[in-house]
Nanobody
């Protein structure tokens, strides 16, 4: 099993910044990709940003130029720096990891951390 522990969510005013962190631990041989999804009330979950083991990144169009995903492979940790936040970014942000374990490859999700942006 793999556990994902998130931190860094909270309340911020429009134009402000937050940094999310997610640390993976457990039965990990390697991590193929890590990233963040978000789900706002009444909306479907959407990909925010993803980073692969090779360092390739993918962002939602709505966050390009404002959010930056990075990773510390030695710590199995991924970060999401969120700048110039706006009320449209308000959502529960969940960490995602695609992990190769001792027996198989599986996807894991964190519990979610709330981000609220006030206008």
């Amino acid at each position: 099993q793999v556990q994902l522990v998130e931190s860094g969510g909270g309340l911020v005013q429009a134009g402000g910044s937050l940094r999310l962190s997610c640390a993976a631990s457990g039965s990990i041989v390697s991590i193929n990709a890590m990233g963040w999804y978000r789900q706002a009330p009444g909306k479907q979950r959407e990909l925010v940003a993803l980073i692969t083991s090779g360092g390739s990144t993918n962002y939602a169009d709505s966050v390009k130029g404002r959010f930056t995903i990075s990773r510390d492979s030695a710590k199995n940790t991924v970060y999401l720096q969120m700048n110039n936040l706006n009320p449209g970014d308000t959502a529960a942000y969940s960490c995602y990891a695609r992990v190769t374990g001792p027996e198989r490859i599986r996807s894991y999700w964190g519990q979610g951390t709330p981000v609220t942006v006030s206008s």
